[in-house]
């Protein structure tokens, strides 16, 4: 008997840096983001990371891999009982899962990357060996100017907020015992300080028409399957400013009977990361689903 499998796209912790495979999804991303003004395919046939690991070229250029590699998958046959992504990665998940349309995903995920590239002032630090209670708990003792922006692991979370509160906020988990290491982003992403983003984000969202998912969606904002479009739109609206629920996330995956999540996307970040929080299910890499590891 197959396994139940899961997708797991993943958000902006690493990019692409090969082109997608070949299939005609990927050759339809390419040429409409391009016309987008975003060169997804010369950036990766010149290599020029140092540009496309910029916000507005990133997110769209991990969109595009994800959703071609979710079409490699399935025509060698592989399809998913359950979707879940990342901040950025629900995007392909929900068009993963027939929410919403795969051109319109796309748009919105070009928008997405251009109002968070404009967001300047403040950052992101990952907190290591502490559990996440207890650095929830230094946030809300640092002020409203530092916030839980990730739950990546029972003790491996993000922070994000403005320069001088995610300073101390870093300098208080280091004295309890934790390692604060200081993200290379370009902002406070899942912060209130992307709520302009957020509200500028909302017309475009509010514009598309969400329907049932025909595949279980766990949304990484609630940490929980949705069914509702409605439901999930709303979410989707609070996205960049809520926490990212991942442990969350794959505890829901578990308690619907996944054992096997492929990472489809970049990278393997998610697969570290699942590793990490449980070993009831088994987490492989895009590459490794394909050279046949499952």
Not at 142 to 151: Q, S
Not at 260 to 269: K, T
Request: aromatic residues 4%.
């Amino acid at each position: 008997m197959k396994p139940k499998i899961a997708f797991l796209f993943p958000g902006q912790g690493t990019v692409p840096r090969r082109l997608p495979p070949t299939g005609e999804r990927s050759l339809h991303l390419l040429t409409l983001a391009g016309q987008a003004g975003i060169p997804i395919r010369s950036l990766l046939q010149d290599a020029d990371f140092d540009r496309l690991i910029q916000t507005e070229f990133a997110q769209p250029a991990i969109f595009v891999d994800s959703a071609s590699k979710d079409e490699a998958l399935r025509s060698r046959g592989m399809t998913p009982t359950a979707v879940a992504g990342h901040s950025l990665g629900e995007y392909a998940a929900l068009v993963s899962s027939g929410v919403i349309p795969l051109e319109d995903a796309l748009q919105i995920v070009i928008t997405r990357g251009r109002l968070m590239s404009r967001v300047s002032g403040g950052g992101m630090a990952a907190i290591l060996k502490l559990p996440h209670e207890t650095v929830a708990e230094i946030c809300r003792g640092t002020g409203e100017g530092v916030n839980m922006a990730n739950i990546n692991g029972p003790t491996q979370v993000v922070i994000s907020g403005d320069e001088q509160s995610l300073e101390r906020a870093m300098s208080a988990c280091q004295d309890a015992g934790g390692r604060a290491i200081r993200l290379d982003v370009s902002g406070p992403f899942h912060s209130p300080l992307l709520a302009p983003a957020q509200a500028d984000l909302a017309p475009f969202i509010n514009a598309m028409q969400f329907r049932p998912p025909n595949t279980l969606f766990v949304s990484s904002v609630s940490g929980r399957a949705e069914k509702d479009p409605e439901a999930i739109k709303l979410l989707l609206l609070t996205q960049i400013t809520a926490c990212v629920q991942w442990v969350s996330t794959i505890e829901a995956l578990i308690h619907s009977g996944i054992e096997l999540a492929i990472e489809v996307g970049p990278g393997r970040v998610l697969t570290n990361l699942g590793r990490r929080i449980t070993d009831k299910i088994k987490f492989v890499t895009f590459e490794e689903a394909v050279d046949g590891a499952i």
